[in-house]
């Protein structure tokens, strides 16, 4: 444990330096939740120096998830005969006809599953109801969706659809910078997703905009590592990309994962929260799977939904504000509560926050 205190006591003393070095203030943003919550618990934010700011990005993948696709998910659950399946997250998540919660407590079959296959096995052994699963996420979680629907696809299931909302991060990384909203001098790249997609996929940021990328583990020294990394090459002057977590990220990252991806998706057009549609960011069934696509399925309006009124979840994720700058924080809106999703989900700034 000494070691461990001493470790990362060495490389804020770098930190410390190369800030002092640059004097003007310089913000970086990670773009994981799972960074997002490690740096609360560790204290991360109260130890850096008092001209370096970490900002939240788009990182939490309920919270990026638009407020349109969270009123689909209601209302396909609120059907007769069909039965939701979700991960746990997104059962509070309030959309304009309540959150997927409050459609089970009236009667909806709302179930929520650890894995996607626990919704194939659902279809499988209930084959006169409709069984949807609800697709959210990043590159991380997009892999199990896909085999999901090759499972049901070789198994000839027709009472098996997902809704699919997956994104990708490196496209948001970039509309972003391109936003001019707010100004990222660096980015603490994600450990998840960077397993699958692989270090080298951040190299088009660093070339084309300047911006240095480190990819960093979820512990504290780990993070103590990237950060100082970058405040570093932000001093020399030298944007680059550097993985400091190899024991997990490789440059080419998994290619079976990858390929799952590509045979059962492409690549489309995706609608964020607080960052609106941003070109080739989201996956799509690729046409021998369009029978699973439960949008077309059922029907669903593809319409988006306006924030709920006062929420400023959408600015909260994209660095341009924090949780205490929402007039609606720890006041109406609450993890018991919540108003929108960054208080709801357990990588959600807003909760992280409180």
């Known amino acids: 444990m000494n070691r461990r205190r001493d470790h990362v006591r060495v490389w804020l003393a ?25 740096a609360f618990r560790c204290g991360l934010h109260s130890l850096m120096p008092a001209n370096v700011t970490l900002l939240s990005g788009p990182g ?30 997104m059962l509070r998540v309030p959309g304009r006809r309540g959150s997927l919660e409050q459609a089970r407590g009236q009667g909806a079959d709302v179930r929520i599953v650890f894995s996607t296959m626990d919704a194939v096995r659902l279809a499988a052994a209930e084959p006169k109801r409709q069984i949807v699963f609800a697709a959210i996420g990043f590159e991380t979680t ?20 997902v809704l699919v909302s997956h994104k990708l991060v490196v496209p948001a990384m970039r509309a972003l910078l391109e936003g001019g909203k707010v100004r990222v001098h660096g980015f603490l790249c994600p450990g998840h997703v960077s397993v699958i997609i692989g270090a080298e996929a951040y190299r088009s940021i660093v070339r084309d905009y300047g911006v240095p990328c480190v990819i960093a583990g979820f512990e504290d020294v780990q993070m103590a590592v990237a950060l100082t990394r970058l405040v570093e090459q932000v001093r020399d002057g030298k944007p680059d990309l550097e993985n400091t977590y190899p024991e997990a990220v490789n440059a080419l990252g998994n290619p079976a994962a990858q390929k799952l991806i590509r045979r059962v998706f492409h690549i489309a057009d995706e609608y964020w929260r607080g960052l609106g549609t941003i070109p080739n960011s989201g996956l799509t069934l690729r046409a021998p799977f369009r029978q699973y696509d439960a949008a077309a399925r059922f029907g669903l309006d593809d319409n988006e939904a306006p924030e709920p009124a006062g929420c400023r979840c959408g600015e909260v994720i994209t660095g341009q504000c924090t949780p205490r700058d929402c007039k609606l924080f720890a006041t109406g809106c609450t993890p018991i509560h919540p108003i929108g999703p960054c208080m709801v989900s357990s990588e959600g700034t807003c909760q992280a926050w409180f």
Do not use: W
């Open 142 to 161: 997009a892999p199990a969706t896909a085999v999901a629907v090759l499972e049901a696809d070789r198994l000839g299931l027709k009472n098996f659809s």
């Open 60 to 89: 939490c993948p309920v919270c990026v998830t638009s407020q349109g696709d969270i009123d689909q998910y209601v209302e396909v659950a609120s059907r007769p005969g069909l039965t939701l399946c979700t991960y746990g997250d």
């Open 14 to 38: 770098r930190l410390y330096d190369a800030a002092e070095a640059i004097g003007r203030p310089i913000a970086f943003m990670e773009v994981c939740g799972t960074h997002t919550v490690s």
